[in-house]
Nanobody
Framework: QLQLVESGGGLVQPGGSLRLSCAAS????????IAWFRQTPGKEREGVSC????????NFADSVKGRFAISRDNAKNTVYLEMNNLKPEDTANYYC????????????????????WGKGTLVTVSS
């Protein structure tokens, strides 16, 4: 059974950077697309970024393009989300999720398509 555990959240000042990690256990990530979502109480869950199984394809929400980067190290069974130039509106619980793609080499930012979810890590951007 695949388990996903996020880490790296915390308090950061506006303009700062933070790297989140999604560590998998129980199953290899090699054939899974991975996505990051975020959610604030009262708001709809938002897809942030995703990466294909081999890392060749990535997608980003318009709100984070140019500021965030996603990468994966399949040898370590870990996916990362590098967040730069953070803004207060980036404050949210960040969740890692995995999906078995219909075709390899693609990824999607659709929460309803995710098969596995981590429990989240809180990111707070504030002065």
């Amino acid at each position: 059974q695949l388990q996903l555990v996020e880490s790296g959240g915390g308090l950061v000042q506006p303009g700062g950077s933070l790297r989140l990690s999604c560590a998998a256990s129980g199953f290899s990530l090699r054939y899974l697309s991975i996505a990051w979502f975020r959610q604030t109480p009262g708001k709809e869950r938002e897809g942030v970024s995703c990466i294909s199984n081999s890392g060749g394809i990535t997608n980003f929400a318009d709100s984070v393009k140019g500021r965030f980067a996603i990468s994966r190290d399949n040898a370590k069974n870990t996916v990362y989300l590098e967040m730069n130039n953070l803004k207060p509106e980036d404050t949210a619980n960040y969740y890692c999720a995995a999906h078995t793609p219909r075709f390899l080499g693609v990824c999607m930012l659709d929460a309803n398509a995710m098969n596995y979810w981590g429990k989240g890590t809180l990111v707070t951007v504030s002065s």
